[in-house]
């Protein structure tokens, strides 16, 4: 393979021992998922608290809700640090993300101050995390596809 000549290109290439590693990618991963780890390991060992955080959110019946979404954080980001149906992993934290921030994040219910501006911060973070899974599920199909 040819040395590249633009200044991108070298660039690209003096990066991509350390960048292009599985080893980073493998942090990129964990990094997506470390929210979900905590907060399913958290559910876990503080349960009635899981099935408060239900009730406050609605959501019926409430244990059966937290065990779901215990079983959902844990084994999706499970499968996403293993490669295991990581693309699948992906789809369903991103599903997940989505409909918890329009349940939990409506700052366009707010009153117009400090609390709604957090919260849009917070529910526009939250469809960066959407779209950080659809790239990892996209990947992961994109490179099964080509193997």
């Known amino acids: ?23 980073i990618r493998w942090l990129a991963y964990l990094g997506l998922c470390a929210a979900y780890l905590q907060g399913g390991l958290n559910k876990l060992t503080d349960f009635p608290g899981a099935v408060g955080e239900m009730t406050h959110f609605g959501l019926t019946p409430p244990a059966l809700m937290a065990v779901l979404v215990i079983v959902l954080e844990l084994g999706a980001s499970l499968m996403i640090l293993t490669g295991w149906l990581r693309w699948l992993g992906a789809l369903a934290l991103a599903a997940f993300t989505l409909m918890a921030t329009f349940i939990a994040l409506r700052f366009w219910e707010l009153p117009v101050g400090q609390e709604r501006f957090m919260a849009a911060n917070s529910f526009f973070e939250h469809l960066g995390l959407v779209g950080g899974f659809l790239l990892v599920a996209w990947l992961d199909v994109r490179e099964s596809r080509s193997a």
């Open 1 to 23: 393979m040819a040395a590249p000549t633009s200044f991108a290109g070298r660039l690209t290439q003096s990066v991509r021992p350390v960048l292009g590693s599985p080893a």
